[in-house]
């Protein structure tokens, strides 16, 4: 398996833009989730999902961000109208069921928002 | 979630054995001890799992005191590539609630 596969892995766009971040999971797994990560305020969950259906999203910053999983195999994470403060690397992580609470990584993706 | 402290930053020689250590003595029954490693421009890694006594494999050993209220990561021999973040977590492994990463400890080796 290839891992989880993030996309784009540099995203640069100015202020007011529409930004789409992709994220394919490992196959098999059933738990994706979406993490920002800042110097100032670390590693940050945003939303996960179960089975495709969002579990708990009480970790996006406000109405700007937006997730969807349409499929086991694709999820997005959308942020419109971004702003400079939505600079971040963000990561999508996947596992798989079972006792054993290991989150798969992608490699991220670098946003950067002028 | 249980709340876990750990230094912020650690410097370490070539060779030596390094011991993070991780506070939560708000633990709860269910809950496991989960170690993620996080190199520069790379999402974190899963070093090791354990709910009590020690945990080995090939990468680490996990020590967990009786009373579970804290631990302490034990990396033998670091080289430089061993230079990172390590992150403890203190949650129950069914659902998602392992998912706080905290600031974690900045590991320096120095040759």
């Known amino acids: 398996d290839a891992g989880v596969i993030q996309s784009p892995r540099h995203e640069v766009t100015e202020m007011g833009q529409e930004v789409t971040l992709r994220c394919k999971p490992i196959?098999?797994?059933?738990?994706l989730f979406w993490y920002r990560q800042t110097m100032m305020r670390g590693l940050e969950l945003l939303i996960y999902f179960n089975n495709n259906v969002p579990i708990d999203d009480s970790g996006m910053p406000e109405d700007r961000f937006s997730a969807k999983m349409p499929n086991a195999s694709f999820s997005t994470l959308k942020i419109q109208p971004s702003e400079p403060r939505d600079s971040a690397v963000y990561f999508c992580?996947?596992?798989?069921?079972?006792?054993?609470?290991?989150?798969?990584f992608g490699p991220g993706t670098r946003l950067t928002v002028l | 979630l249980a709340k876990t402290t750990q230094p912020i930053s650690m410097d370490s020689y070539e060779g030596q054995e390094v011991n993070i250590t991780c506070s939560h003595n708000?633990?709860?029954?269910?809950?496991?001890i989960t170690w993620y490693q996080q190199f520069p421009s790379q999402g974190p890694r899963f070093i090791i799992q354990?709910?009590?006594t020690k945990v080995t494999n090939e990468v680490a050993s996990l020590f967990i005191p009786a009373d579970r209220k804290s631990s302490t990561l034990s990396l033998p021999r670091v080289s430089l590539s061993d230079t990172a973040v390590y992150y403890c977590?203190?949650?129950?492994?069914?659902?998602?609630?392992?998912?706080?990463f905290g600031t974690g400890t900045r590991l320096t080796v120095i040759p």
């Open positions: 992580a996947s596992r798989s069921p079972g006792e054993l609470n290991e989150q798969f």
């Open positions: 977590l203190v949650g129950k492994t069914y659902g998602a609630n392992n998912l706080f």
């Open positions: 354990g709910y009590k």
């Open positions: 196959s098999g797994h059933d738990y």
């Open positions: 708000n633990i709860a029954t269910n809950d496991y």
